[in-house]
C-alpha cells in the first residue's frame, strides 16, 4: 500500500470528517427517535405493518447493497479518487429521500403503507452510497494507524455531538414549528407539519455535511498495483470471507448496532409511556450525549494504554454493569440515567475500534490479494447496520403487539407493553452484549495483519 501524500492529517481535515460524522447522525438519529413513531402515531400505520416496512426495507438492502458496493468498488473517478466524489452525487437525494420520510401525503392506510415503503427504499439507496463514503474515506485518507486513531475520535466527536443534537435539540425543534403543544405531548397527526419542517431542516445538513467533507478531506492511499480488469461480485465476497477478521467485524457491528439502536428508538416509547411524556426523553438523551464526548475524547489513550482487544472488552463489561440496576427496577427515574451514561462510554468505544476495524481490514484485504475494496468493506459493513436496525424495529414492532400496544390510547398503555419497552432498554440489549464478549474473543484484527504480512513477505 502506498500514499500519494506522505503528510500527516491536518487539524482542518480531521474537522471535515468529524462535521460529515455528526451532520450524517444528526439525520439518523432523528429518524432512529422519530421515523417508527411517525409511521404509527402520525400515519395510524398499525406498529406490526411498520415493523415489517423495516424488513422488508432490510431485504432490499440485501439486494442493492452489494451490488451498489461492486459498482462503487469498480469505478475511478477522472481525478483517480474512487470514493470522495460520492459525496456531491449523494448529497441531494439523500436529503431529498430523508425529507420525503417524514412527509404526510394525507393517503389512506394501503396507499400510505406503499408509498412509504417506495420512499424508504429511495432513501436507503441514497444511503448506502452515503455509507460507503462515511465509512471507507478513514482508511483512504492516511495509511498512518496513529492518523486513522485520530481521525475516528474525530468522527466519534461529531457522531456524539450529532447523535445528542438530533435527539435533545428535535423536541424543541417540533415544538418551534408548531408541534407538541401540550405540557406531556405524545408526538400524534397534529405533528405531521412540524415533523416535516424539522425533516427539511435534516436535509438541509445532509447537504451541508456532504459539501464540507468534499471540500476538506483528500484521498491519499491508493492500490500497490493498477488493475484495468474488474472484480465480480463472487471474487469480491470470496476475498471478503477469506479475511476472518472481516466476518467477525460484521458481528461485532451488529450487535453494536442493535443495542444502539434499541436505546435511540425505544426511549421515545419509554419517555412517552412509561414517564408519560416524550419530552423526559431529552434530558436521558443529554446525559448520554455528554457522556459520548467525554468517552471519544479519551478513547484514544484508552486504546493507547490497554490494547486494542482489551478496549473493546471494556467498551462491552462497562455497558452490562451499567444495565444491571434498570434490569433490577426500570421504573427508578435514576437507573435509566445509570443505563444512558455506560451506553454513552461504551457504545463510543465501540464505535471508534469498529472503525479503526475496518481502516485495517481494508488494508488485509489487499495483503492478502493485492485488491482494496474499501468501498465494498464499506457497504458490507452499511448492510450489517441496516439489517440491526432492522431486526430491532421488527422485533420491537412485534413485542409491542404481542404486548397489546395501541398507538390510540396515548400514555395509558398496558403493563405488558411498559415491561416490554422496559426489557427493550435492558435484558434485550444486555443479551445482545454478551454474545458480542464472543466476537471480540474471535476478532484479532492485529494477529491476522501481521499473519499476512509475513507470509506476503
Known sequence: MKSKNPNRVGIGEKLGFMAYSGSANIVFNFKSLYYLIFLTNVLK??????????????????VNDPLIGVFAGNVRFKSGEKIRP?????????AAGMVLLFTDFNLGQTAAVILSLLIFFFYEIANTFRGIV????????????????????????????????????????????????????????????????TALLMGVLCVFGCMVHYLTTKERVHEKEEHEEKVTIVETYRMLFACRSWVWNMFYIMGYGICTTLI??????????????????TPILAVYLVVSLVAAAIMPKLDSLLGRKKTMYFGILIQIIGKIPFMINPYILTFIYINAVSVGLGATITFILLNQNRNNIADVVEIQN???????????????????????????????????????????????????????????????????????????IEKEKNESLEYEL
Open 264 to 281: 435511540m428508538t425505544a426511549i421515545n416509547y419509554y419517555a412517552a409511556y412509561v414517564l408519560g411524556s416524550s419530552a423526559k426523553a
Open 86 to 94: 460520492y459525496l456531491l452525487w449523494l448529497a441531494l437525494p439523500w
Open 45 to 62: 400505520i398499525p406498529v406490526l405493518t411498520a415493523g415489517t416496512m423495516m424488513t422488508l426495507g432490510t431485504i432490499w438492502d440485501v
Open 370 to 444: 493485492h485488491r482494496r475494496l474499501d468501498a465494498m468493506v464499506s457497504t458490507g459493513d452499511n448492510l450489517a447496520s441496516k439489517i440491526a436496525e432492522a431486526a430491532v424495529t421488527q422485533g420491537m414492532a412485534f413485542a409491542l403487539s404481542i404486548a397489546g400496544f395501541n398507538e390510540a390510547l396515548k400514555a395509558e398503555q398496558t403493563l405488558a407493553t411498559k415491561s416490554t419497552i422496559c426489557a427493550l432498554l435492558g435484558w434485550v440489549p444486555c443479551i445482545v452484549l454478551v454474545l458480542m464478549l464472543i466476537t471480540v474473543y474471535k476478532l484479532d
Open 134 to 197: 462515511y465509512n471507507g474515506m478513514g482508511g483512504l485518507a492516511t495509511d498512518n494507524d496513529a492518523d486513522r486513531r485520530s481521525i475516528n475520535s474525530f468522527r466519534s466527536l461529531g457522531a456524539s455531538l450529532g447523535s445528542g443534537i438530533g435527539a435533545v435539540a428535535v423536541t424543541p425543534l417540533v415544538r418551534l414549528f408548531g408541534g407538541l403543544q401540550e405540557k406531556n405531548a405524545i408526538i400524534g397527526n397534529g405533528d405531521a407539519k412540524a415533523l416535516f419542517l
